[in-house]
């Protein structure tokens, strides 16, 4: 019998040998990810693809896929997979929840912190040769021991955060499609507000909620005019829950004090944007989840969901469990 064909959108930073032992596999090896015609071209052939969240698996791709059986994306977010389509389909998609949960609110706070201290500022500003002596009101930043913290999504990302916010001493507000069970707010000392009451009242307001059609823009200029002037915005949920233009003037008027994004919209950020050149917004290009180990157990966690779905059995980490019987 034919080995089954398994097409890898990117070189993994795992060990392909127990997939090469059951799949003939191809990886794409270019920095870049495949071209979309490439992507059709080789899931028309594919018993399984493994990609990652800059792969487009839209409903074209996925009907070309006609002996396609699964779909495997290293990440936990799967907005870029069209994923009615491939349950009508019955094809299961994998993703990799839980092992970045801590790498992600690392991150995030790591940026809540510099963005609260204008560490990256003051970087640029030491290294210009501008630091002339000790000053009284040098580079002001905000207090992070004792504020209050918003958090809009209080999935597994949130819950991370919260826990860290409670080393600070923190007044914890999440909002959340429902409102969460009352032992882990009692956990977590978090408290259910609506967005609004949450955008009024929070001093550092952290994004943590999957992109959906109700989350798209959900940060737009109504959102940002109900934040106090010394709001924190910090993302590194996706970069489209954030109107990048309401976002440039909140942070060129003075309507926030400052922000931090990992992700925008589009990704990368184009070179034009009015974005790079505000001081007090810090960017970086995705990262959040990017540590050695994270990687490492991203990758590892979808080779198994590949091989699972090679094998016709049900995917350890499946995002639409409803395609089994
Ligand atoms: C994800 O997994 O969805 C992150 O955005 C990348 O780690």
């Given at each position: ?243 990048p233009d309401a976002l440039y003037r909140?942070l060129a ?21 009015p974005l790079?050149?505000l ?47």
């Amino acid at each position: 019998m034919s080995q089954p064909n398994v097409f890898i959108t990117r070189q993994l930073p795992a060990s392909l040998e127990v997939l090469k032992a059951l799949a003939s596999v191809e990886v794409w090896t270019e920095r870049q990810p495949p071209p979309y015609e490439v992507l059709l071209d080789k899931i028309r052939h594919a018993d399984g693809v493994l990609c990652l969240l800059t792969d487009p698996i839209d409903r074209p791709l996925i009907e070309s896929g006609t002996q396609l059986r699964v779909i495997s994306q290293m990440a936990v977010g799967y907005d870029n997979i069209d994923v009615g389509t491939a349950t009508a389909k019955r094809i299961p998609v994998g993703h990799t929840p839980d092992v970045l949960t801590d790498a992600t609110a690392d991150f995030a706070w790591a940026l809540l912190m510099a963005a609260a201290r204008r560490v990256v500022e003051a970087d640029r500003f030491t290294r210009a040769y501008q630091w002339q002596t000790w000053e009284p009101d040098l580079l002001l930043g905000s207090n992070i021991a004792g504020a209050t913290l918003g958090i809009i999504g209080l999935g597994r990302i949130g819950q991370a955060m919260a826990r860290r916010a409670r080393g600070f001493d923190m007044r914890i507000l999440y909002t959340n499609q429902e409102r969460c069970d009352p032992a882990l707010e009692t956990t977590l000392n978090a408290e259910f507000v609506t967005l609004d009451e949450l955008l009024q009242t929070a001093d550092f307001v952290t994004i943590h909620t999957p992109l959906t059609p109700e989350t798209h823009h959900l940060f737009s200029d109504r959102q940002f005019q109900q934040m106090p002037r010394s709001a924190v915005l910090i993302n590194t949920a996706r970069g489209t829950i954030v109107d990048p233009d309401a976002l440039y003037r909140a942070l060129a008027e003075g309507q926030i004090a400052a922000a931090a994004i990992d992700v925008t919209e589009p990704e990368p950020i184009p070179a034009d944007s009015p974005l790079l050149s505000l001081d007090n917004l810090i960017i970086t290009p995705h990262i959040a989840s990017a540590s050695r180990q994270t990687r490492e157990k991203m990758a590892t966690m979808a080779i198994a969901n590949l091989i699972a779905g090679l094998q016709g059995e049900r995917l350890p980490h499946c995002v639409n469990p409803e395609v089994y019987p």
